[in-house]
């Protein structure tokens, strides 16, 4: 049994070259088209890898998705015939299986959340605005992918641009995601958990092993079980808040 913390971060820098077609064609992502950070032609993308399916005995649950904020390639800045700032027009979705989360009200699938609501990486003067809550759950054997739009044409600037060199070491775009992934038993228990309506993180999993070794044998698959494990996780979530100074109403009809 296993619970991990994971990040993974995707980025697309310069090729080095001075723009020509001849020595530039097809390096950057060609705009308003959907590429992924696991599986695109695009960036660093870990060579071999494949959209993530989980495992039978795994349960993720996806809580942070960001990328560069940016709406106009004009905020670019350029010292010396080199470009070393680009503010990319981009927005990130989260796909699972073939099911895009973020849609518009018509259930028609949107580009998704924009770096300027989420943004990476994040400067001092960043005011997010967005935060994937509740998180997101990836039941096992679904698939994650997480895909991404640019919606400003780089690979047209610098080609109408033939002076212009974008340097290797200038970050175009980056996504950043973390996820904790509960492997083992400790899968099948935040499965368990979900199907309680019991908030899945790593506090509920471990109080809830906890539960399950004071038990000590008892019937698990009984009502009684779970209403106790519910009524535990309640109280586990009450004194957590109070320790953190946050008090609701049902904590104080609970002292009533």
């Given at each position: 049994m296993a619970i991990r913390k994971l990040?993974?971060?995707?980025?697309?820098?310069?090729?080095?070259?001075?723009?020509?077609?001849a020595s530039s064609q097809g390096h950057y992502p060609p705009p308003g088209i959907e590429h992924s950070i696991f599986t695109g032609a695009y960036g660093n993308v870990q060579a071999g890898r494949q959209t993530?399916?989980?495992?039978e005995d795994e349960f993720i649950v996806l809580d942070k998705v960001s990328s560069t904020p940016g709406v106009s390639p004009y905020g670019a800045r350029v010292v010396n015939n080199d470009l070393v700032k680009w503010n990319p027009n981009m927005f990130v979705n989260v796909?699972?299986?073939t099911t895009n989360y973020y849609q518009d009200p018509q259930n028609v699938w949107s580009s998704g959340v924009s770096?300027?609501?989420?943004?990476y990486p994040r400067q001092t003067y960043d005011e997010p605005y967005y935060e994937l809550w509740p998180p997101v759950y990836v039941l096992p054997d679904q698939t994650l992918d997480i895909r991404y739009t640019l919606f400003n044409?780089?690979?047209?600037?610098?080609?109408?641009?033939?002076?212009?060199?974008?340097?290797?070491?200038?970050?175009l775009a980056a996504v950043y995601v973390t996820y904790t992934l509960f492997d083992g038993t400790d899968g099948l228990m935040a499965r368990q958990l979900m199907n309680l309506g019991?908030?899945?993180?790593?506090?509920?999993?471990?109080?809830?092993?906890?539960?399950l070794l004071k038990s000590k044998g008892l019937q698990t698959d009984t009502f009684e079980f779970y209403l106790e494990a519910m009524k535990n996780e309640r109280e586990r979530r009450r004194k957590e808040r109070k320790q953190q100074g946050i008090a609701t109403l049902n904590d104080y009809e609970g002292d009533s």
């Open positions: 990040q993974y971060s995707w980025e697309l820098f310069g090729d080095n070259t001075d723009g020509r077609p993530d399916l989980v495992g796909v699972i299986d770096g300027f609501a989420s943004p044409d780089i690979q047209l600037s610098s080609e109408n641009n033939d002076w212009l060199n974008i340097p290797s070491s200038t970050m019991i908030p899945v993180n790593v506090g509920t999993v471990e109080n809830y092993r906890r539960l």
